[in-house]
């Protein structure tokens, strides 16, 4: 019974886990798709707290080395909507390193049996590469059951 | 009389819409005539060369797009899939000026560390539409 008590308690710790689920919101204006989206993948807004956001919109033409300007119209209205809809649970609404994603303490937890050589290969390239391995990062689910880990 | 000014008008209106809603519609071909009256005639052999070669920092453009872009790339440092670049084997592209320039703006700056001239635009584009 104690074992049985315990296993409730271990999967009610553990459910968090298995439960990162970032829908995009509804109202995603379409130059968000057509400007971030075209290098990488659609990151959900609640993946960066609203001051990184901002950091991150306020440096577009010295984007992770590359020039990523935006004309003043999409420049507004896609930070605009990323700020609104910014990360509000305490765990993703932190100040990130260098503005990015992969060097939240959240991040690195939870990637941290992925061996160096795991990141560079091919099928991955970068930790930015969500969907190399989160089979349905598209869809914002990014569940621990839907992990494929490429070989090369 | 005014019935007939009010029909005038409305055409020209409907005109008017129509040709705003095409202003910024292209052609691969309009764009390097565009291009070409900036500077001077294409050459595809220069911007094959310009294309492949790298202009003093890390990447050239094959470095995304490979060489020849008519498939389907990744992007190299997110992996991101980029569509082809040339507009044989995506007609979407070079069909919009504004969507052209800037990401000749956005990409000449990380390969080049600055922009593009227009004879290199040119040379660029006219080698692309010769890619089956």
């Given at each position: 019974m104690k074992n049985f008590f315990t296993l409730i308690a271990a999967v009610l710790v553990a459910s968090p886990a298995f439960a990162a689920k970032m829908p995009m919101p509804?109202?995603?204006?379409?130059?968000?798709?057509?400007?971030?989206?075209?290098?990488?993948?659609?990151?959900?807004?609640?993946?960066?707290?609203?001051?990184?956001?901002?950091?991150?919109?306020?440096?577009?033409?010295?984007?992770?080395g590359t020039d990523a300007s935006l004309d003043a119209k999409d420049q507004k209205?896609?930070?605009?909507?990323?700020?609104?809809?910014?990360?509000t649970k305490q765990k993703y609404n932190?100040?990130?390193?260098?503005?990015?994603?992969?060097?939240?303490?959240?991040?690195?937890?939870k990637h941290d049996e992925i061996k160096a050589d795991v990141w560079k290969r091919a099928g991955v390239k970068s930790p930015a590469n969500c969907g190399a391995c989160?089979?349905?990062?598209?869809?914002?689910?990014?569940?621990?059951?839907?992990?494929?880990i490429p070989a090369k | 009389m005014n019935k007939e000014l009010t029909v005038i008008r409305i055409c020209l209106l409907a005109v008017s819409l129509g040709l705003s809603s095409?202003?910024?519609?292209?052609?691969?071909?309009?764009?390097?005539?565009?291009?070409?009256?900036?500077?001077?005639?294409?050459?595809?052999?220069r911007g094959e060369q310009f294309f492949n070669a790298k202009h003093g920092k890390e990447w050239s453009?094959?470095?995304?797009?490979?060489?020849?872009?008519?498939?389907?790339?990744?992007?190299?440092?997110?992996?991101?899939?980029?569509?082809?670049?040339?507009?044989?084997?995506?007609?979407a592209r070079f069909t919009d000026e504004a969507k052209a320039e800037k990401w000749f703006k956005r990409n000449c700056n990380d390969v080049l560390g600055h922009d593009c001239t227009a004879q290199e635009k040119a040379d660029v584009l006219a080698w692309l539409m010769t890619i089956k």
């Open positions: 509804s109202d995603m204006p379409k130059s968000y798709e057509a400007e971030c989206a075209s290098c990488h993948m659609a990151y959900p807004p609640r993946l960066l707290g609203e001051k990184s956001w901002q950091n991150v919109m306020s440096g577009l033409n010295k984007h992770f209205e896609i930070s605009v909507w990323l700020q609104k809809n910014a990360a932190v100040v990130a390193p260098e503005n990015r994603i992969t060097k939240t303490s959240w991040f690195i937890r989160h089979t349905t990062a598209a869809e914002g689910i990014f569940s621990e059951k839907n992990i494929s | 095409f202003a910024n519609a292209a052609t691969p071909q309009d764009l390097l005539k565009t291009y070409e009256y900036q500077s001077g005639k294409a050459s595809p052999a453009c094959a470095s995304c797009h490979e060489n020849p872009p008519n498939h389907d790339t990744k992007h190299i440092v997110t992996g991101k899939v980029i569509k082809p670049l040339s507009p044989n084997a995506n007609p």
